[in-house]
């Protein structure tokens, strides 16, 4: 050295690391210039964009004082992206959080079988156990206040957090702490499973009425449905209340299947490309002819209201409750490389008189009324007397 100094130990990481950045940026800008070379990315804009993500991140590494996690840095950058285009149905999903949306879609999760919620105490509190689950097995039940997970205590941690360090356990035996009603500390075994949560519900009401909740419209939905209408008729059901309130919707084909159950031969469903190109669902001449009533709400939307529009412009169903959302868009969603995924919108829907719900603000029931007292149904009660 010409001063006869020796450089430090920090300088010389800062050399490694600014060599190895350099390398980087280098590697990854010929990657790119080779891809867009060849017509990979379709444009130079394409390149340029990733130019300047590195740059950005460059200089996050050289000049911020702090540890910056770039894991969180891309999902960040990723989910502003996305969420820049407007399009509220379209969204960025982070590995983990693309791993939970495929089992959802599947009517399955990974866990226990418990509902938690954070009480007034900061507690997480068990509200409800599922029959036959792992947490119902161990002796788990309602009002118990979960502690630790695994040996690790979930005091100052988010609801969320505690979620997923369940799901993480998924196909292993853990440890779980809990407080149960009665003050008692107990530390019971389980195992978290993936769990089949059935979208469908139903009962036989009084006047031979039957009653079926659909929560949803994702995998199972529409066989699970129409096994309960056949059970029901089997046990004398006349007519029907299909309860979609707060359903948010689901799979196109589960929708499809359904109402090619219910409706005669006709147009059921009209899906509209970028382009402009229409592609219709129709159903046979095969129906259920039962009188029926349908309950929505404002949390009713996509597949789930679509479903309400089509009964209700076959004039096949009296529709009761509150206008619904008006989500008449499509996504699909595309993995990347790291397993993360872009949900994005691609197409337009219409019903089958060819109205973008969108547009038109959702459905108007043919009854309005509104939920008045959480006690008493009274929406139901009004669907009840419609069928009358």
């Given at each position: 050295?010409?001063?006869?100094?020796?450089?430090?130990?920090?300088?010389?990481?800062?050399?490694?690391?600014?060599?190895?950045?350099?390398?980087?940026?280098?590697?990854?800008?010929?990657?790119?210039?080779?891809?867009?070379?060849?017509?990979?990315?379709?444009?130079?804009?394409?390149?340029?964009?990733?130019?300047?993500?590195?740059?950005?991140?460059?200089?996050?590494?050289?000049?911020?004082i702090g540890d910056a996690d770039y894991n969180e840095l891309y999902n960040a950058a990723a989910a502003a992206m996305v969420k820049s285009i407007g399009d509220k149905?379209?969204?960025?999903?982070?590995?983990?959080?693309?791993?939970?949306?495929?089992?959802?879609?599947?009517?399955?999760?990974?866990?226990?079988?418990?509902?938690?919620?954070?009480?007034?105490?900061?507690?997480?509190?068990?509200?409800?156990?599922?029959?036959?689950?792992?947490?119902?097995?161990?002796?788990?039940?309602a009002g118990d206040i979960i502690t630790a997970v695994d040996g690790e205590e979930v005091k100052g941690m988010s609801l969320e957090d505690v979620s997923l360090l369940i799901r993480s356990k998924v196909n292993k035996d853990f440890d779980m702490s809990v407080i149960d009603?009665?003050?008692?500390?107990?530390?019971?075994?389980?195992?978290?499973?993936?769990?089949?949560?059935?979208?469908?519900?139903?009962?036989?009401?009084?006047?031979?009425?039957?009653?079926?909740?659909i929560s949803n419209f994702e995998a199972g939905s529409s066989e699970n449905t129409i096994k309960a209408i056949e059970q029901l008729i089997a046990m004398g059901a006349k007519s029907f209340v299909f309860d979609v309130r707060d359903n948010p919707g689901g799979l196109l084909s589960e929708l499809v299947d359904l109402l090619d159950y219910i409706l005669p031969d006709g147009d059921l469903f009209i899906s509209v490309d970028k382009e402009g190109h229409e592609t219709v669902q129709t159903s046979d001449k095969v129906s259920l002819k039962n009188k029926m009533v349908v309950l929505v709400n404002g949390n009713t939307y996509s597949a789930a209201e679509f479903f309400a529009a089509a009964l209700q412009e076959y004039n096949w169903a009296t529709i009761v409750g509150e206008q619904t959302t008006g989500k008449a868009r499509s996504q699909i969603t595309?993995?990347?490389?790291?397993?993360?995924?872009?949900?994005?919108?691609?197409?337009?829907?219409?019903?089958?008189?060819?109205?973008?719900?969108?547009?038109?603000?959702?459905?108007?029931?043919?009854?309005?009324?509104?939920?008045?007292?959480?006690?008493?149904?009274?929406?139901?009660?009004?669907?009840?007397?419609?069928?009358?």
């Open positions: 050295m010409k001063n006869g100094k020796r450089p430090s130990f920090d300088n010389k990481i800062k050399l490694a690391h600014l060599i190895i950045a350099c390398l980087a940026v280098a590697v990854v800008t010929a990657v790119l210039t080779y891809v867009a070379a060849i017509g990979g990315f379709g444009s130079k804009q394409y390149l340029d964009d990733a130019r300047r993500y590195i740059e950005i991140e460059k200089i996050i590494d050289d000049n911020y149905w379209s969204y960025f999903m982070s590995a983990e959080e693309y791993e939970a949306y495929k089992l959802s879609t599947s009517n399955e999760y990974s866990g226990i079988g418990v509902s938690v919620k954070l009480n007034d105490d900061g507690e997480f509190e068990i509200f409800a156990v599922e029959e036959s689950s792992p947490a119902e097995n161990a002796g788990i039940v009603g009665n003050g008692d500390a107990k530390t019971v075994t389980l195992a978290c499973e993936i769990i089949y949560k059935n979208p469908v519900s139903s009962r036989l009401l009084d006047g031979n009425i039957g009653y079926i909740r595309l993995e990347l490389s790291d397993g993360s995924a872009v949900h994005i919108s691609t197409h337009k829907y219409l019903t089958p008189n060819r109205i973008d719900l969108s547009e038109a603000g959702g459905v108007t029931p043919d009854i309005s009324v509104a939920m008045d007292d959480e006690k008493t149904d009274n929406q139901l009660d009004t669907a009840i007397n419609a069928l009358g």
